[in-house]
């Protein structure tokens, strides 16, 4: 079974939660690998932090070409960093990548870049991508002030491309957030998929650790059993 993972907005835990549930299906004795089809900043490798994180939290050894396909220079909007490459994001190059991987294990979990309205191309979005891949997804809610509002918003444009909301993770990112878990459950009572698990506030981000703190009997059971 293969998952995508979209957030609420850029940097609310996306990779800490693909990571995390790499971990804990793993520690289930699945073969898990991390798929991040799009990355938008990299190093001097021309690699992305949030792939190589992906590869370490993975079992199954893939090459970094195959955990990444596109991996741009500039930390802006994804269509607009490939334009500033001189490249186009194209998904039959995506789709390859993840068909190699999805034959090696037994969950692919894939990361998406920025929130999940975000353009890939001039006339494709990461709705076109998901829609195309056929995956059910789990939304990070970042929280902290307007949680409620860009998750809402998020699971609707979910509902509206008839996709399956498979579930969301609360990651809290302000460790002083005031009616912390009044937001969680204004969040949980005003949408249908399961709350997969609570995500303290980590000043050092460990996928391991947050791990501990899902709760995949939670995923719909059509789901979680494949």
Not at 104 to 112: N, T
Not at 149 to 175: F, K, M, P, R, Y
Request: with cysteine.
């Amino acid at each position: 079974m293969s998952y995508f993972i979209t957030g609420t907005d850029t940097g609310v835990g996306k990779t800490l939660v693909s990571c995390a549930l790499l971990h804990a299906f793993a520690a289930q004795g699945r073969r898990v690998v991390g798929f991040k089809p799009v990355a938008a900043g990299c190093d001097d490798d021309d690699h992305n932090d949030d792939a190589k994180r992906l590869r370490t939290a993975s079992t199954v050894r893939a090459s970094y070409g195959q955990v990444n396909p596109y991996c741009f220079p500039h930390a802006i909007a994804p269509h607009l960093s490939a334009r500033h490459a001189g490249a186009r994001i194209d998904f039959a190059r995506i789709f390859t990548s993840y068909d190699e991987l999805a034959g090696q294990a037994d969950e692919v979990v894939v990361e998406g870049v920025g929130g999940f309205r975000v353009p890939l191309n001039e006339t494709q979005d990461s709705v076109d991508l998901v829609k195309q891949l056929d995956l059910p997804v789990i939304v990070v809610v970042g929280m902290r002030l307007g949680c409620i509002n860009h998750a809402l918003l998020t699971v609707s444009a979910i509902d509206e491309a008839q996709l399956e909301c498979a579930g969301w993770v609360a990651n809290v990112l302000d460790a002083d957030m005031p009616a912390l878990q009044e937001n969680i459950d204004a969040i949980r009572e005003r949408i249908k998929a399961p709350l997969l698990g609570v995500i303290p506030f980590q000043l050092t981000p460990d996928a391991a650790a947050a791990a501990t703190y899902l709760q995949l009997d939670f995923l719909p059971q059509s789901l979680a059993n494949e």
